[in-house]
Nanobody, 127 residues
Framework: QVQLVESGGGLVQPGGSLRLSCTAS????????AAWFRQAPGKEREKVSC????????FYPDSVKGRFTISRDNDRNTVYLQMDNLKPEDSGVYYC????????????????????WGQGTQITVSS
């Protein structure tokens, strides 16, 4: 059974850090593009990080660049999102996603539809 399970969400103060984990089962994550998305109430879902399987290249929007880092642990079949210097506007439900990405476009095409999704984990940044 193909599954992505996120963990690590919670409440954090502005300026704080959190690390999200996403563990895959039923497939080998290192051969898939992996990404993290977030969605705040009333806003569209936003891709906040992406990692290609082909060369490990990573991508971030300007809103999180320099603060968020996506990484993989292939032995654990897991992808992480390290979030530092968190801001209230970073609050939302965070989802991990993965795709076989046969044409290596998952990270560069904003409208790309990822095949596998986790259930989401809530992040609240507030004092």
């Amino acid at each position: 059974q193909v599954q992505l399970v996120e963990s690590g969400g919670g409440l954090v103060q502005p300026g704080g850090s959190l690390r999200l984990s996403c563990t895959a089962s039923g497939f080998t994550l290192r051969t898939y593009a992996a990404a993290w998305f977030r969605q705040a109430p009333g806003k569209e879902r936003e891709k906040v990080s992406c990692s290609l399987s082909s060369d490990g290249a990573t991508f971030y929007p300007d809103s999180v660049k320099g603060r968020f880092t996506i990484s993989r642990d292939n032995d654990r079949n897991t992808v992480y999102l390290q979030m530092d210097n968190l801001k209230p506007e970073d609050s939302g439900v965070y989802y991990c996603a993965a795709d076989a990405d046969l044409f290596t476009i998952a990270c560069t095409v904003n409208t790309f539809k990822f095949q596998h999704w986790g259930q989401g984990t809530q992040i609240t940044v507030s004092s």
